[in-house]
């Protein structure tokens, strides 16, 4: 899916996306770990306890990127859950 089709992605999300923490904000395992676009939020992945998915059932916020931030990081939305190109 393109960035552009989905409704939650916006391109200033993309400047703004930090790592602020080095382990998830929920269990404090060290990874693999994705951080939330919207708020900041670093959460572990699905292969462990599930927080990033946890919070996008939470807070509605859908687009998630992958940690550590690299050139080549995906970028996920849980609706309709696929990459964003
Ligand atoms: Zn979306
Ligand atoms: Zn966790
Ligand atoms: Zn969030």
């Not at 770990?33 to 939020?41: E, N, T, Y």
């Not at 059932?57 to 687009?63: E, S």
């Not at 995906?74 to 990459?83: K, R, V």
Request: hydrophobic share 30%; proline share 5%; charged share 25%.
């Amino acid at each position: 899916m393109l960035k552009t089709e989905c409704e939650h992605y916006r391109p200033e999300m993309a400047a703004k996306v930090g790592q602020r923490s080095q382990v998830c904000e929920v269990c404090a395992i060290e990874g693999p770990l994705r951080v939330c676009a919207d708020c900041g939020f670093v959460g572990c992945c699905e292969s462990r306890n599930s927080q990033d998915t946890e919070h996008w059932k939470l807070t509605g916020h859908a687009v998630i990127v992958q940690l550590p931030l690299r050139e080549t990081s995906f970028t996920w939305c849980y609706a309709p859950n696929d990459y964003l190109k």
